[in-house]
């Protein structure tokens, strides 16, 4: 079965950094693009960043520049760098991985942003 569980969530001032990380088991975790999306209070879940098996990376405009993705297949662990930011960052944190099986997502960790 396979399962993500997200950690580094937490609360820092505007402008501070912070890097979430997400382990991955269950799966061969280096056959697979993996992302993280976000969901605000009110919000829908909306896609932050994508890292592909070839360690491209893909992200949404709002984070460009800010944030950097990256992974590292033997520890099977999914990381997001995320630095400058800012209180609209403020939301759950999840990763997502599609295999075969079907879409695949973990608990989230909470970031919290104070103005």
């Known amino acids: 079965q396979v399962r993500l569980v997200e950690s580094g969530g937490d609360l820092v001032q505007a402008g501070g950094s912070l890097r979430l990380s997400c382990a991955a088991s269950?799966?061969?975790?280096?056959?697979?693009?993996v992302d993280w999306y976000r969901q605000a209070p009110g919000k829908e879940r909306e896609w932050v960043a994508s890292?592909?098996?070839?360690?491209?990376?893909k992200y949404a405009d709002f984070v460009t520049g800010r944030f950097a993705v990256s992974r590292d297949n033997i520890r099977r662990t999914l990381f997001l760098q995320m630095n400058s930011l800012k209180p609209e960052d403020t939301a759950v944190y999840y990763c997502?991985?599609?295999?075969?099986?079907?879409?695949?997502w973990g608990r989230g960790t909470q970031v919290t942003v104070s103005a």
């Open positions: 997502h991985l599609e295999s075969s099986r079907g879409h695949f």
């Open positions: 890292i592909g098996t070839d360690h491209s990376t």
């Open positions: 269950g799966t061969n975790f280096r056959l697979h693009p």
